[in-house]
């Protein structure tokens, strides 16, 4: 444990690198997951039967694909230990919900998109492309929370940028209802398995690395 230690102190980018691969990794099993399981559930409620269909959301929640990219390569340049909990966040996350899928399996009830302009083409890639299911927590919306928590932590970032970073990434939180790629409960679900993911995290890797650090 202790030359993995020093090896992630004096060579962290390679170790957020590797991270990143992991993430990676993890996310290609997806869609061993995205259909339905002898039971399937559906947690729309009164608040998802307002919120109205806006196929115009479907820029900022495609922006995720750049997104997710964007600000963790930002985030391995200005704070590599944030970097790191957003990291592993992120995994861990992905896991926990691969489980969740597993024994409760949620879908979403998709309206019909008749028309032809830019952005209903879009939606229906997106139907396509992503079945109707894996649906809470939100992995869109833990995926992206977690990086906001981490610039919003990140050391030698400045007020403007991690401004940014949120304002984009509340709209493609809000972007999943719009577009009903989900519903209220799944972001939720997404938020809070991110909030709770990264304080577990923090704490224990700071103290871990620091013991290293003090050494050195």
Known sequence: MNKI?????SRPQVALIILAAVY????????LFNMPRETTYCLSTGLDDRIVFSPVWILPYVSWYAFLPAVGFFLMFKDKRQCAITLLTMIFGLLL????????????????????DLFSRLVRLIYHIDQPFNAF????VLATYALM???ARGRGIKKAAKAAIWIVGWAIILSTVFVK?????????GLVLAQVLHRLLAYPLDCWLDAEAAKI
């Open 137 to 140: 927590p939100s992995i869109h």
């Open 181 to 189: 790629q989900h519903v209220a409960a799944d972001i939720l679900g």
């Open 5 to 9: 230690r020093h090896f992630i102190l």
């Open 24 to 31: 990676a990794l993890v996310t290609s099993l997806y869609p």
């Open 97 to 116: 919900s691969y489980l969740i899928y597993s024994f409760f399996q949620t879908t979403v009830p998709r309206p019909a998109v008749p028309g032809d």
């Open 149 to 151: 928590l981490g610039a």
